[in-house]
């Protein structure tokens, strides 16, 4: 079974004695409409980690299985997630 990598600075939690597997809660998610009527939900800390969907708790779903699969990946090669990115939220106008 491959070992879970946590962002760092993050404390890794235990499940039954092994270290539980990192959460998308622990990082940043930006969902916003598209130009087509989707919308895209992203992690701005991990590349290649977004998702599009029809509503946004469709993205949040979809990201979710996303970032999964990216956390299995990244297992496997050995590597850490990258840390969250702080975000600033600013309406222009």
């Known amino acids: 079974m491959g070992r879970w990598f946590l962002p760092s600075g993050s404390k890794p939690r235990m499940v039954r004695g092994r270290k539980r597997m990192p959460e998308l809660s622990q990082y940043t998610v930006v969902i916003k409409p598209d130009d087509n009527g989707n919308f895209v939900a992203y992690v701005p ?12 708790d469709e993205a949040r779903t979809e990201l979710a299985n996303v970032f999964s699969m990216i956390v ?4 496997e090669e050995g590597r850490a997630l990258p840390p969250d990115v702080r975000a600033l939220v600013a309406h222009a106008g």
């Open 72 to 75: 299995e990946e990244y297992a």
């Open 45 to 56: 800390a991990i590349p290649g980690c977004h998702a599009v969907g029809n509503t946004p």
